[in-house]
């Protein structure tokens, strides 16, 4: 059955066949035991059904252009290297020593020729081979017999992310991701590289948290100062797999602000960005989004940014992708934004949330990362170095901005709610559509 939600038609412009919405997916109208959110029996279970035999995005391939460099992904309980090779080939191993369990490297980043554990110097090739143990001699043959090359994982990359699997028998990611994986490809995320990298500690489960970044029906209420240049009217699509897209209409303001006429602060930000002098602008709020569209495409033909390969909408607009598990990709022609949410270790009342920016820089007179990102002058916009990560703890103030503090402040709230004998299950509206897309693959592959 279809509601009014079905009929909205959020885009400007001359058709594109970028917009065009996916087949129907109908997940039913049931309400999910909220248990999942609070039960560490069921996070212990989710742990082996679903992260062990997902795929799941280490970082940006970016983030280790040459031989010998690497990253560090922990998720759960679990720790990985991510390395390039000698022969260029991205590979991912558990940080474990197979000696004594010893983690081998500490460091988010970093480059190396090989790897040495800190306890007794065994030492690994990139590749993962053992090619020193510390007076092999002392030891019997048939010891090390067992084995002593360090344990490696799936490992694939797409669209120019690195994606790792616990999982031998998993399906190919490009396989996985097919549905939109040209449609990430479209924004050439490998030419892009990390310009911030923040990470807190949040007082809920990790699904409040992938739940508040896949709807913006909640923005009126928690975030009322975006809605002056956000719409909430959207279009939303769902794919097999746990896979769906959300288009965020931006530079126009929602449906419920009182002025659709006024050219307010937040659209004249938005005319900015674009190259459009708010003085000199004759049009109104509701008629930013079509003029910020074709003033980036006048920006492109001069640049020579290729902005033909998008959707006027896409020029414009948030376009956020969830890929299941725990991660939402928000997608924009300059930027590019990484979102992943952590499984604490375990606590099912906590969960780490990860976010990257990923900027391409364009070195042109007008041409910059637009301000609503919050890239203050102190960042490097150029690529040449890699920011370090920050990490707030639980209890401590995440400084994200004013709009991700406030999701910070209100999930503890909710995840106390989900504990009570009062609260039955959600009750997902269509607006929440991909909400529900979520947890019906979470309890497809619990039932496994």
């Not at 031989?67 to 992904?73: A, L, R, T």
């Not at 020729?113 to 019997?140: M, Y």
């Not at 449906?255 to 005319?271: C, F, H, K, S, T």
């Not at 709020?285 to 569209?293: D, G, N």
Request: with cysteine; net charge negative.
């Amino acid at each position: 059955m279809k509601t009014d939600f079905d009929l909205w038609d959020i885009h400007t412009g001359a058709h594109h066949p970028f917009n065009d919405r996916a087949n129907r997916i109908d997940n039913g109208t049931g309400r999910a035991d909220p248990q999942r959110y609070t039960s560490p029996d069921f996070a212990r279970e989710e742990w082996d059904k679903v992260f062990a035999r997902s795929w799941l995005l280490a970082g940006p391939a970016s983030d280790i252009p040459e031989s010998g460099d690497f990253m560090k992904f922990d998720i759960g309980p679990e720790s990985f290297i991510i390395v390039r090779d000698d022969e260029n080939v991205i590979r991912a191993h558990y940080n474990v020593c197979p000696h004594r369990g010893s983690q081998l490297v500490s460091g988010e980043t970093g480059s190396l020729d090989r790897f040495s554990c800190p306890f007794h110097s065994w030492k690994f090739a990139l590749d993962g081979r053992n090619i020193a143990v510390t007076d092999a001699e002392t030891f019997r043959p048939e010891v090390l017999c067992h084995g002593t090359d360090l344990t490696s994982v799936r490992c694939e990359v797409a669209a120019g992310l690195v994606f790792i699997s616990m999982d031998p028998e998993i399906q190919p990611l490009r396989e996985f991701l097919a549905p939109i994986l040209p449609q990430l490809e479209l924004y050439e995320i490998d030419q892009m590289y990390v310009v911030q990298h923040r990470r807190s500690d949040w007082g809920a489960n990790w699904k409040g948290g992938v739940d508040a970044f896949a709807e913006i029906y909640h923005l009126h209420a928690v975030h009322p100062q975006t809605q002056c240049l956000m719409d909430d009217r959207t279009q939303i699509d769902l794919w097999p797999g746990g896979l769906s897209r959300q288009f965020v209409p931006f530079a126009q303001p929602s449906q419920r602000y009182p002025d659709q006429e006024g050219v307010n602060p937040g659209i004249q930000m938005m005319l900015r960005d674009a190259g459009i002098d708010p003085e000199t602008y004759q049009g109104t709020a509701r008629e930013t989004r079509a003029a910020v569209q074709q003033a980036k495409r006048h920006r492109s033909d001069e640049l020579g940014l290729r902005y033909d390969r998008f959707s006027d909408s896409q020029l414009s607009d948030s376009v956020v992708y969830s890929i299941f598990p725990n991660v939402q990709i928000g997608c924009h022609p300059e930027a590019v934004f990484l979102h992943r949410f952590i499984p604490h270790a375990t606590d099912p009342n906590q969960f780490t949330y990860d976010t990257c920016i990923l900027y391409r820089h364009v070195d042109a007179p007008g041409y910059g990362a637009p301000a609503w990102m919050g890239l203050g002058p102190e960042v490097d916009l150029s690529g040449r170095t890699r920011p370090e990560v920050i990490h707030t703890k639980l209890g401590e103030p995440p400084c994200l901005g004013e709009v991700l503090d406030q999701d910070s402040d209100l999930l503890p709230v909710v995840q106390k709610g989900a504990h009570s004998r009062g609260f039955k299950g959600p009750l997902w509206s269509e607006q929440e559509g991909r909400l529900r897309h979520f947890h019906a693959e979470l309890d497809r592959r619990m039932a496994r």
